[in-house]
């Protein structure tokens, strides 16, 4: 069964500090590998999407890496700000046959981050 | 540039009624998918619509349905309306199809069966 796993499910952190959310999936073959942003209430908003010939993906603060041979991704927060307190979700595209496209998504991490 | 918009953003039906919720995408998009968004399961996969034709679909029940029109606006609906259909509704759209693209989502509707 394809699943997608992240952890930890929820996250405290001090506003300035670093932090690294985790993804572990089974969905096979992919095509490839999203990270998305959710504030509560409002749609996710994507953050970077990985072919899975890629190792290593940037938005800003924001870095996602991939191993596509562990099937593990990560995606790492440079000094945290109060607003990226959110839920973080992984996404995997499975790219197999008539499914092609079809999205599979973790369960998220809440990460918060206090003053 | 619009972003993707849904309606409404609250519904509230009883038991046994159908809906019915609009997604309209970003200009110029011609993949529109829909998804469910639930505490105990998160987000699902519901299906995948690209030039009116359905592409792909979650492991939802035939209760759950949608379309696609020549504008590539969108309609899900959802007939015989279950307590446990209580959810958020997100469509995302995307220029291409969804397994090649960035989707984008609207703001979602929350729909509450009563």
């Known amino acids: 069964k394809n699943q997608v796993e992240q952890s930890p499910q929820s996250l405290i952190i001090l506003e300035g500090k670093n932090c690294t959310l985790q993804c572990n999936y089974t969905v096979s073959p992919f095509s490839n590998l999203r990270w998305y942003k959710q504030d509560t209430g409002r749609g996710p908003v994507s953050l970077t999407i990985m072919t899975f010939s890629e190792n290593t993906k940037s938005n800003g603060r924001y870095t996602a890496t991939l191993d596509a041979d562990t099937k593990q991704s990560s995606l790492h927060i440079t000094a945290s700000q109060l607003s990226d307190s959110a839920s973080y979700i992984c996404v995997v595209s499975f790219a197999g046959g008539t499914s092609y496209g079809k999205l599979t998504f973790g369960q998220g991490t809440i990460l918060t981050v206090h003053p | 540039k619009a972003g993707v918009t849904q309606t409404p953003r609250y519904l509230i039906k009883t038991r046994g009624q159908q809906v019915t919720l609009s997604c309209s995408p970003i200009s110029g998009h011609r993949s529109v998918s829909w998804y469910q968004q639930t505490p105990g399961q998160g987000l699902q996969f519901l299906f995948e619509?690209?030039?009116?034709?359905?592409?792909n679909k979650g492991n939802f029940p035939g209760r759950f349905s949608g379309r696609q029109f020549s504008n590539s606006r969108s309609e899900m609906n959802v007939s015989t309306l279950e307590l446990g259909d209580s959810a958020l509704y997100l469509c995302?759209?995307?220029?291409?199809?969804?397994?090649?693209?960035?989707?984008?989502f609207g703001q979602g509707t929350r729909l509450t069966v009563v």
């Open positions: 995302a759209s995307s220029l291409d199809l969804l397994g090649n693209t960035e989707a984008f």
């Open positions: 619509y690209f030039s009116e034709t359905q592409r």
